[in-house]
C-alpha cells in the first residue's frame, strides 16, 4: 500500500543491502515518486537506477597469445599450489559447452532474471577463457590462471544494459558462493550507490574486485573500477604501449595486456569458437587470472 501510494511498483528488494528496486509507470513522474519516498520515515535513501555496459570488444583481430609470454605466465604457473580458486565472471552469460571452458566452468546464475538459465554471449565466453581456459588439452589457447574455477554470473540477460540491481545482486551472489575473486569487465558512469555497497560487502568478506578502467581515452571515471577498494585495470599492447582506447589517470591501477587478445568466443552462428578481442574488458580478466595465481 505504501509503494502504491507513493507511485512506484516494487521490482526485487536486496534484504543483504537493505534496498528496493521500484519502477515508476511514468518518467515523468519519476522525481515527484522519489520525493514521496523521501518523506516516509521508513526510507533512509533514495536514488535512480543505472544501467552499467559492456566494455565492448573493439576491433577483433587475429594474434597470439603474448600475455603470457609478455608476463612469463608459463613460469608462473609452475609454481601453483592445489589449492583451487573461485573466480566469478560478472558478466554476460559464457558457453557451458565450449570444449575450452566447460570443465573449469561452475553453474553458472542469472542475477538480473533469477528464474531463467545464464544466456550465452560472446562477452562473457571471451573474458571467461582468458582467466581460465583449459591448459594442454589440444584446444584452442589457455588461461592465465591455472587449478581455477570460474563462477558465471549473467547480469545482462540477453541485453546489451546491465540494472545496478542486477550487478549488485550478482556481486553479492559471488561473495555469498566462494568466490575469491571477482572480475567486472563492464562500467557505470556514476558512482551508483547500490553497486558500491555491494562492491564493499564483498571486500568486507575478502574477495578481490577487479574490474575494467573502461574504454574512454581519456581520464574519466568509470565505475565499479574507481570506487575504493576495487583494482582497476587499463589496457597495454604487445609493446607495452598503453592503448589507444584505455582509459588512464589517477583512477587506473595498473595495466594489462587488453588489445588483440585471443581467447575463447561464442559465436551465434558457428556457437563454441574462438577469436580476438580488444578492450579494457579483456585486461581486467588478465589481471583477475594474476589474482588468481597469486592466491
Not at 516494487?10 to 528496486?21: D, F
Not at 545464464?118 to 590462471?145: L, M, R
Not at 556481486?171 to 562500467?187: F, R
Not at 582497476?232 to 592503448?243: A, C, Q, T
Request: charged share 20%.
Amino acid at each position: 500500500k505504501e509503494h502504491k501510494a507513493a507511485g512506484g511498483t516494487l521490482i526485487k528488494q536486496i534484504s543483504t543491502l537493505k534496498y528496493a528496486e521500484i519502477k515508476v509507470a511514468n518518467k515523468k513522474n519519476l522525481a515527484k515518486v522519489m520525493k514521496a519516498y523521501q518523506k516516509l520515515g521508513k526510507v533512509e535513501s533514495v536514488s535512480p537506477s543505472y544501467l552499467g555496459t559492456m566494455s565492448n570488444l573493439v576491433d577483433p583481430k587475429a594474434s597470439q597469445q603474448y600475455q603470457h609470454s609478455l608476463l612469463k605466465i608459463s613460469e608462473a604457473q609452475k609454481l601453483v599450489g592445489k589449492n583451487s580458486v573461485t573466480v566469478a565472471v560478472i558478466d554476460t552469460g559464457t558457453d557451458s559447452k565450449h570444449p575450452d571452458l566447460k570443465k573449469v566452468l561452475l553453474p553458472g546464475y542469472n542475477a538480473a532474471n533469477p528464474a531463467n538459465q545464464p544466456i550465452t554471449q560472446d562477452h562473457g565466453t571471451h573474458v571467461s577463457g582468458i582467466i581460465g581456459a583449459e591448459k594442454n588439452n589440444g584446444i584452442g589457447g589457455h588461461g592465465i590462471s591455472s587449478n581455477v574455477k570460474i563462477l558465471p554470473i549473467d547480469v545482462f540477460d540477453g541485453t546489451s544494459g546491465a540494472t545496478d540491481a542486477s550487478v549488485a545482486e550478482g556481486i553479492i551472489y559471488a561473495a555469498d558462493n566462494g568466490a575469491k575473486v571477482i572480475n567486472m569487465s563492464l562500467g557505470f558512469m556514476m558512482p551508483v550507490p547500490l553497486v558500491k555497497e555491494a562492491v564493499q560487502y564483498a571486500i568486507d568478506k575478502g574477495v578481490i574486485v577487479v574490474a575494467a578502467a573502461g574504454n574512454d581515452a581519456s581520464d574519466y571515471v568509470s565505475y565499479p573500477a574507481g570506487f575504493e577498494g576495487v583494482i582497476s585495470v587499463g589496457s597495454i599492447n604487445s609493446k607495452k604501449e598503453l592503448s589507444y582506447f584505455s582509459t588512464y589517470g589517477p583512477s587506473v591501477d595498473v595495466v594489462a595486456p587488453g588489445e588483440e587478445v585471443y581467447s575463447t568466443m561464442y559465436d551465434y552462428s558457428k556457437k563454441s569458437t574462438f577469436a580476438n578481442g580488444s578492450g579494457t574488458s579483456m585486461a581486467s580478466p588478465v589481471v583477475a587470472g594474476v589474482v588468481a595465481l597469486l592466491l
